[in-house]
């Protein structure tokens, strides 16, 4: 079921991730974990459920840096190889380095690696120098072990609402979207206040104003419902 409530048009969040599929999710659950005060919104044109590009589940994890297999360093020198030396290698390095953790977290969550006799991860030789491809037979355990830490971390989905524009502040960061719910085409402005009240630039209430208001009554393509719901947090409709 959808956290957004029917005729609610502007929503205010510490953190708005747009976009459910796989790096959506892991972005929303890692905000949240590193302050779980934050109200974190995470926006999705289709359901978060199935939505993506594994939507249908992975045969297995083609890039898996574990230890007694392969080293971030071999792995990074085989991707410079591999792509002829037009590489920016020091984040492919710092993603080999920080691989195998993701991965046990990942299995922490329920998502299915395929193990060996003694319980360890079974991985597979494809690539020149060293061993990376982590078959998974039940690859649609990804989507569903992911959407289950979302609702446990009390992360607002907000799905079938896609972005259509970005709200930026007077500096020109990003702080919002503006998004259209696609069944209906209501619109709503979800604004991020955390980069204003990090920055001090703007105190929230102004920067809401500015960014919500203007761009919503301003610029909106289609016809735009009142804010109904004005002072409701978006927090209070994932867990109220
Ligand atoms: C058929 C297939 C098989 C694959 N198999 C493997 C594999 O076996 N192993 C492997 O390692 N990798 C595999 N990949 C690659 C891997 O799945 C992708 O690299 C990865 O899932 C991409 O994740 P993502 O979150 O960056 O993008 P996506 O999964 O594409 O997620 C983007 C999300 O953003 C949403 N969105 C887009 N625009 C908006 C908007 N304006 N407003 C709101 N929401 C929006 C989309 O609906 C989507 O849900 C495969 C890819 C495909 C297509």
Partial sequence: MDDFVEGLSEVTCDVLVIGGGTAGPMAAL?????????NVVLLEKANVKRSGA?????????????PGYATPEQYTKEITIANDGIVDQAP???????????IQELDRFGI???KNANGDFDLKKVHHLGTYVLPMPNGDTVKKALYRQIRRERILVSNRFMATRLLT?????IAGAIAV?????????????????QEGALPADQARKDIG???????APVDCQRRQDRGRHCGEHAHG
């Fill in 30 to 38: 890692k905000a949240k974990q590193k302050n779980p005060a934050l």
């Fill in 54 to 66: 594994i939507c249908m589940g992975m045969d297995g994890l083609n890039n898996a840096v574990v």
């Fill in 92 to 102: 492919v390095f710092k993603y080999a380095s920080r691989c195998y953790d993701i």
């Fill in 112 to 114: 299915r690696f395929q």
């Fill in 169 to 173: 502040a007077s500096d020109g960061r």
């Fill in 181 to 197: 719910n696609t069944p209906s085409r209501n619109l709503c402005a979800a604004d991020a206040e955390w980069r204003y009240r």
């Fill in 213 to 219: 208001l203007q761009s919503l009554h301003g610029n």
